[in-house]
């Protein structure tokens, strides 16, 4: 089946530092990624989709200025956290859409990358 | 707003044993239900589906009717087995949307 991938899987990093976490289709174009935010024991959030060439849409509350979404070809998008602080500390996912109408209900996930903030 | 309610965990189960695990939504007009399953380790697979009220959605044993009259969505397996033991997440996307909405997952435990 298609396969996304999410690097790195696990990544820990000092107060104030920015992290940036990859999303790649490993064999399919997707037009579309979205961006998730798991904290523990919660539900799946949406932080923003983004679309291939175009700025990202963040959901209500999410901060644009400090989650980057960068979308610059069909098999990557990427999300960087700046000045992350222990707050941001999360598991963070993202899944990708396939070209084509048909897919409109295909979302393929990876398997999250999982940010302390020390 | 749309959004999902599924069943608190985790769930115990020995091998066999029917599984339940409830899920409701509240959503404005058709939207598409769906049960992922998230293994250890690995990202969020996508276990069955359905898009309109009544269909039934079914694989690996597994089912979920989309019952419209009392929002739900309810997935079930009549036997489970130690290699279920995962979290399963309930999501929909609503009509217009692109978007997918999660509850909160239910952990399921198989023992032998």
């Known amino acids: 089946g298609a396969v996304v991938s999410q690097h790195p899987s696990w990544v820990i990093c000092k107060s104030g530092t920015s992290v940036k976490i990859e999303c790649r289709s490993l064999?399919?174009?997707?037009?579309?990624m979205f961006w998730y935010r798991q904290f523990p024991k919660q539900s799946l959030m949406l932080m923003a989709t983004?679309?291939?060439?175009?700025?990202?849409?963040?959901e209500q509350g999410v901060e644009k200025d400090k989650f980057l979404i960068n979308h610059a070809s069909l098999t990557l998008s990427t999300l960087t956290v700046t000045s992350a602080h222990p707050e941001d500390s999360s598991f963070y996912i993202c899944?990708?859409?396939?070209?084509?109408?048909?897919?409109?209900?295909?979302?393929?996930f990876g398997a999250g990358t999982r940010l302390s903030v020390l | 707003g749309n959004s999902v309610t599924q069943m608190e965990g985790p769930v115990t189960l020995s091998e066999e044993a029917f599984l339940t695990i409830n899920c409701t939504y509240t959503?404005?007009?058709?939207?598409?239900l769906f049960w992922y399953v998230q293994y250890p380790g690995e990202g969020l697979q996508l276990l069955l589906k359905a898009t309109k009220a009544d269909d039934k959605g079914s694989n690996k044993g597994f089912e979920a009717t989309y019952r419209k009259e009392t929002t739900s969505f309810h997935l079930e397996k009549g036997s489970v087995q130690v290699s279920d033991s995962a979290v399963y997440f309930c999501?929909?996307?609503?009509?217009?949307?692109?978007?997918?909405?999660f509850g909160k997952g239910t952990t399921l435990s198989v023992s032998s």
């Open positions: 983004s679309n291939e060439g175009s700025k990202a849409t963040y």
């Open positions: 064999d399919f174009q997707a037009t579309t």
């Open positions: 899944s990708a859409r396939p070209q084509g109408i048909l897919a409109k209900n295909i979302q393929y």
């Open positions: 999501a929909l996307k609503g009509q217009a949307g692109t978007a997918l909405i």
């Open positions: 959503a404005t007009g058709y939207p598409s």
